[in-house]
């Protein structure tokens, strides 16, 4: 009971100390801002690249043969929605290789080559490779004139292609695409939210040790304690945040989304996917805070802090990549290591709530991953009493031990 009055006590401190102070808005409304700078710069660059892969292909042919050509790229086109087929144009008067030449010059027009020939005899000029796209888009555009043209002199013509449908609201393969999408963005979003707002605990000791404060609370608390409180004051202020964030996101989905969308379900149902999200994200920040609260305590100024940050950021991309991978193999080898690497171990048990229904695996989950944050602030709080308090035994290194000894 002494030990847990005293965390109490440490995480009550920081917690008020934290939301009551200035920077707290500052801190709700910083999510906001790399959001609405990627909406901005995402459609400026999806605009951008449009008008940079733009190809123009000028068609030198009478105005039915081009009719022709342009009916029939507008009907495979759709075929191509992510890499689009070359826009045509239509020119006069270029049927000798100067004039094909004075084209391709015209900046005005911005061609990139140009079709002489017509359907019977094609030929193509202009900065293009001989198996590159535009070659085989317009091969494909040519061959179809051929085809309709070839139907209308046997005197025949095809019907287009009318198939039925008939929609059901489920089928195995759409259900297994759905959860498997679930599962990724869920870990996308642990990830980033666990990133963020983790890394603040590697300069929380800084100030109380310039100051002298962790002195005087380590003489009147257990650094286990102390270590405890902070670690669950940063996470009481990270699930204020959340839930701020969780509400804006609400009411900006509820305005933007279309009527009648919905996200795919997990395989354990929404509520308790929810549920276990919020455990997982609170074991995966107590996992990685107490790890960054263990090494921010050996730093001495914000330079190290900084120092350390990009390295340990590197190495929760390795988590995530790890638990990435495992994502529907969670029998397979690799599956078994991302659940029992602790700190991969949230991410793939989230997952798996996605894909897979047993509630049983995510007990065992978290009394893993539980036994591991005691193991890592005992570990870390050690540490810290023996090298910067300087209160734990003075043990001897291993060559003065032998030397000693000898």
Known sequence: MNFLHSAFVVGRRDFVATVASKTFLLFLLGPLFP???GVIFGNLGESVAKNDNRTIVAIAAPEAEYREIAAARTGLNVLFAGDPMPELVRVDGAGGDADVERLLADEDRNVRAVLTGGVAAPRLTGVVGK??????????ILNQVRQQRALAAAGTSAAPVRIAVRQVDQSAGSVASAQTLTARLGQFLLFMLTILLAVQLLSNLIEEKSNKVIEILAAALPIDAIFVGKLFAMLAVSLVGISVWAVAAAIGLSIWLPAGFTLPEPAVGWPL???????YFAMAYLLLGALFLGIGSQASTVREV???S???TMGQVAVLLLASAAVGAYASPLGIAAMLVPFSS???MLARAAQMPEVWPHLLGLAWQALWVFLIVRFGSRLFRRSVL????SGLPWWRFRRASV
């Open 306 to 308: 900084q120092t350390l």
């Open 35 to 37: 959001i609405a700078f």
């Open 273 to 279: 996917f929810v549920a276990l999200g919020i455990l």
């Open 346 to 348: 949230p991410f793939t």
């Open 390 to 393: 300087k209160s734990g035994p």
């Open 131 to 140: 198996d590159g796209n535009v070659r085989r888009s317009l091969t494909l």
């Open 310 to 312: 990009m390295p340990v």
